[in-house]
Nanobody, 111 residues
């Protein structure tokens, strides 16, 4: 089970840190990522971390978002800086390829 949290309403240029807690030590050995789905759009992968720790990002968030994990807490994070209105979406964490989706956490960037 994956439980996302940390979303909210933030002004453009602001920051948020999302968290994803797992019921078990799945993040330390699996490839996982943060996905997002904006209204009327398909879900997209925006940040990924391989089991070995290497990371990669979608061009739209590169340089602004950072994915990290704490294996001891079975938690993955997404630090989001310099947020833009187009970052507004429901954010989900999941393995790659994904398993059952959680409820996600809403991020709204608006003035």
């Amino acid at each position: 089970q994956l439980v996302e949290s940390g979303g909210g309403l933030v002004q453009p240029g602001g920051s948020l840190r999302l968290s994803c807690a797992a019921s078990g030590s799945i993040f330390s050995i699996n490839n996982m990522g943060w996905y997002r789905q904006a209204p009327g759009k398909q879900r997209e992968l925006v940040a990924l971390m391989l089991g070995g720790g290497a990371t990669n990002y979608a061009d739209s968030v590169k340089g602004r978002f950072t994915i990290s994990r704490n294996n001891a807490k079975n938690t993955v994070y997404l630090q989001m800086n310099s947020l833009k209105p187009e970052d507004t979406a429901v954010y989900y964490c999941n393995l790659i390829p994904p398993l059952t989706w959680g409820q996600g956490t809403q991020v709204t960037v608006s003035s």
